[in-house]
């Protein structure tokens, strides 16, 4: 499934080059690269996506509603950001699942768990004094 991601790679590198005002953009291009190339998987967004900025080695966290269905939820960064990270744990704390991979289009694949989770979005390399990050949830049709 990672490999029509390769695509939106590739917008993050061309745009690379755009001033710093023009990184929140290279995001929402890239998630809106991520509905169509999902939507193709038979996948649709569950709800709008969360964007934000991180330094290099902080994290944020949001709650994630899961109904036992099937899930994709992806992550994308600008491009100072070339190592962006998910992790997402249940009530309990424990790890349910995770991408840590060198890469910044992290994906976690999900299926069959309910409940209230943890999604926990770590910017591992950021060049800048902080890169703007987006992560959108897609349930399966």
């Known amino acids: 499934m990672k490999l029509p991601f ?20 290279i995001v929402t291009m890239q998630l809106d690269s991520a509905v169509v190339l ?20 902080a994290d944020e966290e949001f709650e ?5 269905g099937e899930y994709l939820v992806v992550g994308v960064c600008d491009g100072h950001c070339t190592d962006l990270d998910l992790v997402l744990t249940n009530g309990g704390g424990d790890e349910v699942e995770a991408d840590r991979e060198l890469d910044d289009i992290p994906m976690l694949s999900i299926q069959g768990q309910r409940g209230t989770f943890v999604l926990s979005v770590q910017m591992a390399t950021c060049s800048s004094s902080g890169c703007h990050y987006g992560v959108r949830v897609f349930h399966k049709r």
């Open 64 to 68: 994630l509603e899961l109904d036992g």
């Open 6 to 25: 390769i695509a939106l790679a590739a917008v993050a590198a061309a745009l690379l080059a755009e001033p710093a005002e023009a990184q929140p953009e």
């Open 38 to 57: 999902m939507a193709g998987g038979g996948f649709a967004p569950s709800d709008e996506a969360v964007m934000g900025r991180l330094s290099q080695g």
